[in-house]
């Protein structure tokens, strides 16, 4: 019996991000790739129409795709709904991705740490939780980029990005405090580390740049039973969901890019 697809979620192409690194982890997988694009962005939600919207939208995607492990590549949506869509549906595997902010943590030598995410993720709860609970040592500055997002979409659809745009959105998170500077800056939304080469170049000082994807990959990776290795191509290109329906060359060409095709 074939096996059952591991489904990578966000609400635009940030997921991919993580599906290249899960590509690495799990050549024989076979892959959905679904972007909520008709609700984009995410970070703009208020918390409880946002929480409705994705635990109804994966009713539907559990049972269109039966995937043995849902990633939730997305830190807007995971930092909200993770436990409630474990909790709605039950004997299904969710991996969530959530700001790394424990890892920052142990990496930090100045204890000067940024998050970078959406407004969404900054305020949420469970951001807070984790600050409280991994980094009470250190000083974290929450970030809120309204624009981020909109402009890595941008970049990854039509190749370019205005670097001064790039630099106003990531100043916040430079921090000089008795002498010691900000040493990491965690990318808190997976459409940013398509950005990581821009922010590198326009930053005040360098900085370690936290990308969780790898780390999220290795997580899916050790939920997923054993099966015979299949021929992943064999059923030709994986599918991309764009939930708009109305995804137009440019992204065609970017899905295509990274080895699937868009289903209507
Ligand atoms: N990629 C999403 C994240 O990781 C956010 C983008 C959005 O605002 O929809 O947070």
Redesign the pocket.
């Given at each position: 019996m074939a096996e059952r697809p591991v489904l990578v979620f966000?609400?635009?192409i940030?997921?991919l991000t993580v599906l290249r690194e899960a590509r690495v982890l799990m050549p024989d997988r076979r892959f959905v790739y679904v972007a909520d694009d008709a609700a984009?962005?995410?970070?703009?939600w208020d918390e409880p129409a946002l929480h409705r919207h994705i635990i109804t939208l994966f009713g539907q995607l559990l049972q269109a795709h039966d995937p043995e492990v849902s990633v939730i590549?997305?830190?807007?949506?995971s930092t909200l709904v993770i436990d409630a869509l474990r909790e709605a549906y039950p004997g299904r595997l969710f991996v969530g991705?959530v700001p790394a902010i424990k890892p920052a943590a142990e990496r930090t030598r100045s204890g000067l740490v940024s998050v970078l995410?959406?407004p969404?993720?900054v305020k949420r709860q469970y951001t807070r939780d984790l600050i409280r609970e991994w980094a009470a040592k250190c000083h974290v500055r929450l970030v809120g980029s309204v624009g981020l997002?909109a402009l890595a979409e941008a970049y990854i659809r039509d190749g370019f990005v205005d670097e001064d745009m790039v630099r106003a959105e990531i100043e916040p998170c430079f921090v000089e405090r008795d002498g010691r500077r900000t040493d990491i800056v965690v990318l808190?939304?997976?459409?940013y580390p398509f950005l990581v080469n821009r922010m590198r170049k326009t930053a005040p000082w360098p900085v370690d740049w936290i990308d969780p994807a790898e780390a999220i990959a290795r997580r899916a990776l050790s939920l997923l039973g054993r099966g015979e290795p299949e021929d992943r191509l064999a059923n030709g290109p994986d599918p991309a969901i764009f939930t708009s329906g109305k995804a137009d060359a440019a992204i065609r060409r970017v899905v295509q890019g990274f080895g699937l095709a868009l289903r209507d």
């Amino acid at each position: 019996m074939a096996e059952r697809p591991v489904l990578v979620f966000d609400s635009g192409i940030g997921g991919l991000t993580v599906l290249r690194e899960a590509r690495v982890l799990m050549p024989d997988r076979r892959f959905v790739y679904v972007a909520d694009d008709a609700a984009f962005p995410y970070g703009a939600w208020d918390e409880p129409a946002l929480h409705r919207h994705i635990i109804t939208l994966f009713g539907q995607l559990l049972q269109a795709h039966d995937p043995e492990v849902s990633v939730i590549a997305c830190n807007t949506a995971s930092t909200l709904v993770i436990d409630a869509l474990r909790e709605a549906y039950p004997g299904r595997l969710f991996v969530g991705t959530v700001p790394a902010i424990k890892p920052a943590a142990e990496r930090t030598r100045s204890g000067l740490v940024s998050v970078l995410a959406t407004p969404g993720t900054v305020k949420r709860q469970y951001t807070r939780d984790l600050i409280r609970e991994w980094a009470a040592k250190c000083h974290v500055r929450l970030v809120g980029s309204v624009g981020l997002a909109a402009l890595a979409e941008a970049y990854i659809r039509d190749g370019f990005v205005d670097e001064d745009m790039v630099r106003a959105e990531i100043e916040p998170c430079f921090v000089e405090r008795d002498g010691r500077r900000t040493d990491i800056v965690v990318l808190a939304c997976t459409h940013y580390p398509f950005l990581v080469n821009r922010m590198r170049k326009t930053a005040p000082w360098p900085v370690d740049w936290i990308d969780p994807a790898e780390a999220i990959a290795r997580r899916a990776l050790s939920l997923l039973g054993r099966g015979e290795p299949e021929d992943r191509l064999a059923n030709g290109p994986d599918p991309a969901i764009f939930t708009s329906g109305k995804a137009d060359a440019a992204i065609r060409r970017v899905v295509q890019g990274f080895g699937l095709a868009l289903r209507d």
